[in-house]
């Protein structure tokens, strides 16, 4: 029975994957329109699992070969949705991921050894978004992963 479980359990998982958003067919258009949607429909729990994983990979604590933030960290989630509605680029990773990057000129975001990193990268799993609701990609939003956010 437990068996038959793990198999159905694996059954849906690839079926969701191969219908999910293929994110290097998309244009950097795409994408940026997707992440400001994004940005201004994420809730509150996406954006505590960012900060929860950003804080584990460590880039919250001074390190000399990780980056980490300096920013202070009451200005770190307007960063990040900025990163998220205007970056000043995207790359798809993977299947299913894409990386927001937004350089803020002016201002020191990190640093990584002794070198001062004045960019945000945001990475987000678009899987659970199907390829048939890009027109429309409001109710799957919620569902979007907000992975990992660090200084680049």
Same mark, same amino acid.
């Given at each position: 029975?437990?068996?038959?479980?793990?198999?159905?359990? $694996?059954? +849906?998982?690839?079926? *969701?994957?191969?219908? !999910?958003?293929p994110t290097a067919a998309?244009? &950097?258009?795409?994408?940026? /329109?997707?992440?400001?949607?994004?940005?201004?429909?994420?809730?509150?729990?996406?954006?505590?699992?960012?900060?929860?994983?950003?804080?584990?990979?460590?880039?919250?604590?001074?390190?000399?070969?990780?980056?980490? $933030?300096? +920013?202070?960290?009451? *200005?770190?989630?307007? !960063?990040?949705?900025?990163?998220?509605?205007? &970056?000043?680029?995207?790359? /798809?990773?993977?299947?299913?991921?894409?990386?927001?990057?937004?350089?803020?000129?002016?201002?020191?975001?990190?640093?990584?050894?002794?070198?001062?990193?004045?960019?945000?990268?945001?990475?987000?799993?678009?899987?659970?978004?199907?390829?048939?609701? *890009?027109?429309?990609? !409001?109710?799957?939003?919620?569902?979007?992963?907000?992975?990992?956010?660090?200084?680049?």
């Amino acid at each position: 029975m437990l068996t038959c479980r793990l198999l159905s359990s $694996f059954a +849906l998982l690839a079926c *969701l994957n191969a219908h !999910a958003v293929p994110t290097a067919a998309l244009s &950097p258009e795409q994408r940026h /329109a997707l992440g400001r949607q994004l940005a201004n429909a994420a809730g509150a729990s996406q954006w505590q699992q960012l900060w929860h994983r950003s804080r584990l990979a460590g880039h919250f604590d001074s390190q000399p070969t990780t980056a980490y $933030f300096t +920013l202070p960290q009451t *200005l770190l989630p307007n !960063a990040a949705s900025l990163t998220l509605s205007d &970056p000043s680029e995207t790359s /798809a990773i993977n299947r299913t991921q894409v990386l927001y990057r937004r350089e803020f000129r002016s201002q020191s975001i990190g640093n990584q050894a002794e070198r001062t990193l004045n960019a945000l990268c945001v990475l987000v799993d678009w899987r659970t978004l199907p390829e048939h609701a *890009l027109a429309r990609p !409001a109710p799957y939003l919620g569902q979007v992963s907000l992975l990992l956010a660090r200084p680049c």
